[in-house]
């Protein structure tokens, strides 16, 4: 959409500095307000003066420009939070001028910031509520795990230790007395 913008932009000043109607590039200029990214605008006619600006509360926009003052326009004066966008203006193949833009990338560093916290947030709940679960999981697992070796251990309809738990209380029995070295004995009644 910024770059549609742009492309209009261009195309308009082109006719401002053709018939030199100084009028028409401010208002052509003044668009940018309508812009968040934009900060100010200067148009500069083929011979490298400044021929009409909107916004330069800063003074990023010199009174002439030419091609070696182009790297000095752009060193020093910007950061990653704002830049300045040299465009030439062409009509039927003929350069008619140079269309300057500042432009900033604070509102979209901080729309990056906020979605990253977004994400951050949703990632954070995520965890959490797996969390949750998992630890629910493993307590219901456990409950299930206990019922089952009940089960495994004692008789439904009495309650009583049946064999599979005299079993399992010998095998715990014979491997403590082999670890002590003891002897050891079973009544059978």
């Known amino acids: ?17 053709l018939f030199n109607d100084k009028r ?26 400044r021929f009409a600006f909107e916004n330069d509360p800063d003074g990023v ?11 000095q326009i752009v060193e020093g004066k910007f950061s990653f939070l704002a830049d300045l966008i040299r ?21 979209l560093y901080w729309r990056l910031l906020e979605q990253a916290l977004t994400i951050f947030g949703i990632v954070a709940v995520a965890l959490l509520l797996a969390r949750r679960f998992t ?9 299930t795990e206990g019922q089952l070796q009940k089960m495994a251990l004692y008789d439904q ?6 064999r599979g738990f005299f079993e ?8 403590r007395i082999r670890r002590d070295g003891k002897i050891g004995a079973l009544l059978f009644i």
């Open 1 to 17: 959409r910024q770059q549609l913008f742009l492309v209009r932009l261009i195309a308009n000043s082109s006719a401002a500095l």
């Open 24 to 49: 028409a590039a401010e208002e052509i200029l003044a668009a940018i307000r309508f812009t968040p990214r934009i900060v100010g605008a200067a148009l500069y006619g083929a011979d490298g003066q």
């Open 61 to 71: 926009f010199p009174e002439r420009i030419d091609e070696s003052s182009r790297s």
């Open 87 to 107: 465009e030439e203006v062409f009509q039927d193949q003929a350069r008619v001028g140079t269309l300057l833009i500042h432009v900033t990338y604070e509102s």
């Open 135 to 143: 630890d629910s999981l493993r307590k219901s697992m456990a409950l």
């Open 157 to 162: 309809v009495t309650g009583l230790p049946n």
């Open 168 to 175: 399992y209380e010998l095998e715990k029995m014979v491997a």
